[in-house]
């Protein structure tokens, strides 16, 4: 059974579209589910301005990126890079995420691991964004 809060998370379609004066791109597949995530990111003096995204995904993947596009302003590329990398590992390591990002902490759940992947492919979509 889905979780009402993943279901309340995603329902946030805000940030969702196109982007057009992006400075970044980036699209992934999930190549388990087929899950596509688009993502298109403005970035001024090293500092996230905008997110928006498309996607044609899971309720887990919507979720997720909902999260990150609300929490992903204003915020520094690098400090960015350095919460991608955390979740990539949350699974593992388990270390609850710090204040600005502690929403995440809802939605990366032990009880949501079989999602994993679907959970992080936004994570790793705009990772893959701001490394290229």
């Known amino acids: ?74 915020k520094s590329v690098e400090k960015v890079k350095i919460f991608a990398h955390h979740a990539k590992n949350y699974f593992i390591t388990e270390i609850p995420f710090d204040k600005e990002w502690k929403d995440f902490n809802k939605i990366l759940t032990k009880s949501n691991i079989s999602r994993k992947d679907c959970l992080l492919l936004p994570i790793n979509t705009v990772l893959s964004a701001l490394t290229n």
């Open 1 to 74: 059974m889905i979780d009402k809060e993943i279901i309340k998370i995603a329902s946030n379609t805000e940030n969702h579209g196109v982007l057009d004066n992006h400075t970044h791109f980036s699209k992934l597949k999930n190549a388990i589910c087929g899950d596509e995530m688009k993502v298109y990111i403005m970035v001024d003096n090293n500092k996230i301005i905008n997110l928006k995204y498309e996607c044609e995904s899971c309720i887990y993947c919507q979720a997720s990126v909902s999260l990150l596009s609300t929490n992903i302003k204003n």
